[in-house]
């Protein structure tokens, strides 16, 4: 009787142990890498729940839910309600339509939220974030979003309250300048000084102002990169 290498048992044990978790997701298949969710089988199940160690993730409509991340690749949702959370370590994350709160968050991507009714937290490393909120104004629905590098548009809707503070660091040599680009009569400052703790020198432009009684927190910050604030 032959025995088996130590080494050669790695291989084995790594293929047993993905073929196990690919089973135990339930209705999902790989096309050309990506994960697809089976919008009707999906919506029997509960909240979508995907790992995954590479590779782009596709879900269609996640009618009770998503929560969704990967370790390099990009993140696409459909439609989804209750809640979304996804996260990427390397690539864009975009949603479509929301019935609830999002959290985004990217090492290093853009961020796109079409029509999202719910509060909102998006965060990427390096990349543009494109949120738009809809909806009617009665419920608390704070957003917060923040880049480290790219510029940063929010739309919520007109009769949206909220008390907004805005914070737009430019470093010295920046390629070019930025602006906080506003409709609501938002009052700005601009720092005089360069800050050298951060290593680069920077400055800072500041915009804040309320809308309405304010119920709503939104905050957004971002490094060279412009702001933009609108209504609809």
């Not at 339930?26 to 029997?44: T, Y």
């Not at 994350?93 to 999202?116: F, R, Y």
């Not at 680069?200 to 957004?220: L, M």
Request: aromatic share 4%; net charge negative; proline share 4%.
């Amino acid at each position: 009787m032959s025995l088996r290498k130590p080494g050669t048992l790695l291989p084995i044990l790594i293929s047993a142990i993905v073929s196990v978790a690919l089973v135990g997701c339930k209705d999902a298949d790989s096309v050309n890498g990506d994960f697809r969710i089976d919008p009707a089988a999906e919506g029997q199940s509960g909240a979508v729940h995907i790992s995954k160690m590479g590779d782009g993730i596709d879900v269609a409509s996640a009618p009770h839910g998503a929560d969704l991340s990967t370790m390099g690749g990009d993140i696409h949702i459909g439609d989804v309600a209750s809640f979304a959370k996804v996260k990427t370590m390397g690539g864009t994350i975009s949603i479509d339509h929301a019935q609830g709160p999002v959290d985004a968050k990217t090492m290093g991507g853009e961020i796109t939220l079409g029509h999202v009714n719910g509060a909102i937290k998006a965060t990427t490393m390096g990349g543009d974030i494109k949120a738009r909120m809809v909806g009617s104004s009665g419920e608390k629905r704070d957003v917060e979003l923040t880049s480290m590098g790219g510029t940063v548009e929010l739309t919520v809707p007109k009769d949206f309250p909220m008390e907004v503070r805005i914070t737009l660091t430019y470093t010295k040599n920046a390629p070019k300048s930025y602006e906080i680009v506003n409709h609501i009569g938002l009052d700005q400052r601009e720092s005089t000084d360069w800050d050298y703790s951060h290593g680069s020198p920077r400055k800072y432009i500041r915009a804040q102002g309320r809308v309405g009684n304010g119920q709503n927190r939104v905050t957004i910050n971002t490094i060279n990169g412009d702001v933009i604030l609108k209504q609809e």
